[in-house]
């Protein structure tokens, strides 16, 4: 006889619930039987730093006083490294300079132009120089300009072999110019003005070189930009007189809408009133450079011109130069048309009485020297009857003239 199955009682096999004695779903093993296979070890604490709360009062100040110390050391190693590093490959850009007749030279030159991408401008550990190295290098070299018992054509040798030997590959080329920039616009502060000199020097060797778009952007940035409340841009006016070449082609690349103000009708003035002939001569010898500076700086120099509503020092002394301009270009040697003039007679009649009287002067001036747009003048405003300024001198003496030799009166 079956004995009465005890309270809770459950099968270890299965579930009798459903007669089968098959496990059921979520079966667990007896809770005595051994475990399949021994528990994992708890995994040791986590190191934790103590926070500064846990810490021994001064023992923070000794470990920050302790790595900044370091720092600091490692810091005037590397100051005191790339100095000597310097020093070292300008003395030897001097000494290349005195051998150039030698057998080795291209060797050595070579030699030094690696030297000079391996750790100044390229180094292993990064790409660039750091900001102060940059500033100890220009600091360097405007002593080194600042030496008088250098011999100038040494010192554009070695200004040429630091910051300009490697333009025929373009990267470094680059790196070595966006150090360049820096260096004239610290040196135009401290006035070192043979740095313009040999700079411009290159250029002339070199005229399509993109360096000379990015100094002049670089000096007009910083010195023409700004308010002229500051008068940051009286920085510029010396360079006329230190440095002839540079400021001509200043003139020629660097002069563009965007610049128009106050600072550059004072510095333009203030170049061209000071000796024209010099910089005329030096057009004169320079054909290329002559016309860029007729095609694209003139016509701007005209327009602002007449564009000037009031009268003061400056804007005078800049209608003087324009007029000095127009009246002694040599015409013969490099010819010019300044259209510029039929745009600024098309608008006319907005202008006020001061800048009608600039635009008839130059206009008067051009035609004497034969830069005036004359044939698309007639051809645009000889059937005109506006503006009001074409019934004056002398614009009426020009259409009556073409009327006469066209029914040959």
Known sequence: MDRPRPQHFRPRGGNPGRGRGQPYRGHRPHPYAPPSRPP????????????PTQQQAGQIAQQQAQRTKNTMELNLHKKKTFRNTMKTCIEAAKLLAK??????????????????????YVKPDQATMTIQQELDLVRMVIEFYKDPAVDPSIRYDCFYTIFLAREAQPRLHERRISVLTRLCSIALQLEVFPIFDDLATYWL????????SLVTERLINDFVKPPPAYSIFMGLLPLREKALEFSCIFLSHGINADVYGPQIVTIVGQWLTE????????FGEHPALAKRFGETTLPLLVQWDVDQE??????DRFHCAITGLIVFWPQKKNPLSLDVFINLISTADS??????????ANSTNAINTG??????????FANAATPKVLRQSPFAELIEKSFENKFHF
Not at 107 to 119: I, V
């Open 40 to 51: 994992r070890p708890n995994p040791p604490p986590p190191k934790r730093t103590p926070t």
């Open 99 to 120: 051998q150039k007749n030698d057998p080795d030279f291209s060797k050595n030159f070579a030699a030094l132009q690696s030297k000079l991408d391996e750790l100044i």
């Open 205 to 212: 060797k070199n005229p399509a070189d993109p360096s000379i």
């Open 275 to 282: 000796d024209l002939t010099d910089t005329l001569e030096f």
């Open 310 to 315: 009031n009268s003061s020092e400056e804007t």
């Open 351 to 360: 202008l006020q009485p001061r800048q009608i009287t600039r635009l008839l």
């Open 371 to 380: 830069m005036f747009p004359t044939q698309r003048f007639i051809e645009t």
